[in-house]
């Protein structure tokens, strides 16, 4: 008999059903043994929203104040689905509640307030992860993988395309629900803590630490509306980013993203190339991980050149990540899986002993590479990652 893990969800928006999905899902699917309880989700929606919320995804109760659902002896797990500018109140709180915590990305809006987060987590002794999902596409644990065995070798390039195109029109507001994203007050940064954190995270996890950046940003529509006071503002966050990169292993990366490229939805995209063979994947077409060798790492010898080319991995075989926990090979899954996996590394690794990554601290280096962009940004030089 499993042993409830009793969750309680702060947020009801976007994430809050992308988590709430993935607690009810994941005991079906994978072999743990915890089984995550919907104790109580709490937002600041109206009352007979948040009721009928906690309805539809099966929690036994609702909050409507965050405070008390952080004291509640009932629950042993508090996931922030929140805000970014609400992280940091929330995690301290629940740090020291006792409970363990998922918060989603960033985990901040400063390095500065992460290093508390940090420490808070560490000094209470509860687990903790933030929410890089993305590193939970089976296509990109390949990735991953085909990197540890030797098949990329030495890399000389990464690169990175984070693109999406629904703030483009200048009557778009900033601020208040769901536009919170465009108010610097809320979000910390634009495009760099939104959409890289994303590709930073999971581009030190493919290809290691990234030691010094040099950036720039834009803000292509100065002045919003603000929806809580109805006055036309100045908009504060970087609306695009282009930042250059050095790796620790001596790799180059570029990195560009904006919320500007008409057409592009969430177009996320890396590409490694190394001596022995690149990597490519686009989350718009996530099944898929396409593969050049050119080395064979068995022989360490040049592959036939007339058999050479580019190799589209399909990756729904029950060899690979994940994959054998869902279908029959070639039926896909898609976006909201990636939370499954989420919660289900998260659970395995409080049973296990070894806590799933990225924890808060790491996390906490995502952010300080951010702080360093928007740093560089501002100055026109080169800054180090601390
Ligand atoms: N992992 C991912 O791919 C991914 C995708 C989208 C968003 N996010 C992150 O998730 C977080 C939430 O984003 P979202 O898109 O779900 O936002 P959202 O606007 O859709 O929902 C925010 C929710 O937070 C609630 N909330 C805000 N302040 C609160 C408070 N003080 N107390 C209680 N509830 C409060 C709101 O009522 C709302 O229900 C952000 O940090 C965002 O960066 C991550």
Avoid at 171 to 182: H, I, M
Avoid at 237 to 253: K, Q
Avoid at 275 to 303: C, H, I, M, W
Avoid at 358 to 384: E, H, M, N, Y
Wanted: hydrophobic share 40%.
């Amino acid at each position: 008999m499993a042993k409830p893990f009793n969750v309680g969800i702060i947020g009801m928006g976007f994430m809050g059903r992308t988590h709430s999905n993935a607690y009810r899902k994941v005991s079906n699917f994978f072999q743990l043994e915890h089984k995550p309880v919907l104790k109580a989700v709490c937002a600041l929606e109206p009352e007979e929203k948040l009721k009928a919320f906690a309805d539809t995804w099966g929690f036994e109760s609702y909050e409507t104040d965050w405070r008390k659902l952080v004291e509640r002896k009932d629950i042993d797990q508090i996931d922030i689905c929140t805000p970014n500018a609400t992280h940091k109140e929330l995690v301290l709180a629940a740090a020291a509640a006792g409970k363990s915590v998922i918060c989603e990305k960033p985990l901040a809006m400063s390095a500065a307030e992460a290093e508390e987060m940090v420490a808070a987590v560490e000094k209470a002794g509860v687990a903790n992860l933030v929410c890089f999902n993305y590193r939970r596409v089976p296509a990109v644990t390949l990735a991953r993988q085909l990197v540890d065995e030797g098949r990329i070798g030495r890399p000389f390039h990464y690169r990175v395309n984070y693109l999406q195109d629904w703030t483009i029109a200048s009557d778009v507001p900033q601020g208040g629900a769901t536009l919170w994203r465009l108010d610097i007050k809320t979000a910390g940064s634009g495009v760099t803590g939104d959409l890289l954190a994303h590709s930073i995270d999971t581009a030190e996890w493919l290809n290691g630490p990234i030691q010094s950046v040099v950036a720039k940003t834009e803000t292509f529509i100065k002045e919003r509306m603000h929806q809580d006071t109805g006055k036309v503002e100045p908009v504060k966050i970087d609306d695009a980013c282009m930042f250059l990169a050095m790796f620790a292993n001596g790799s180059m990366g570029t990195f560009e993203s904006t919320r500007y490229a008409r057409g592009r939805k969430n177009y996320n995209t890396f590409e490694l190339n190394g001596e022995a063979g690149s990597l490519y994947f686009n989350l718009e077409d996530p099944q898929y991980l396409d593969y050049f060798r050119y080395l064979d790492p068995a022989t360490g010898k040049k592959v036939d050149s007339h058999v050479t080319g580019w190799q589209r991995i399909h990756v729904t075989n029950s060899e690979h990540p994940y994959m054998k926990k869902w279908w029959v090979p070639g039926c896909t899954i898609g976006y909201e899986h990636t939370f499954v996996h989420t919660i289900a590394d998260y659970l395995h690794g409080i049973e296990t002993g070894t806590p799933a990554q990225p924890d808060f601290r790491s996390g906490l280096r995502t952010q300080k590479v951010c702080d360093a962009i928007i740093a560089s940004a501002a100055s026109g030089k080169w800054v180090d990652i601390p």
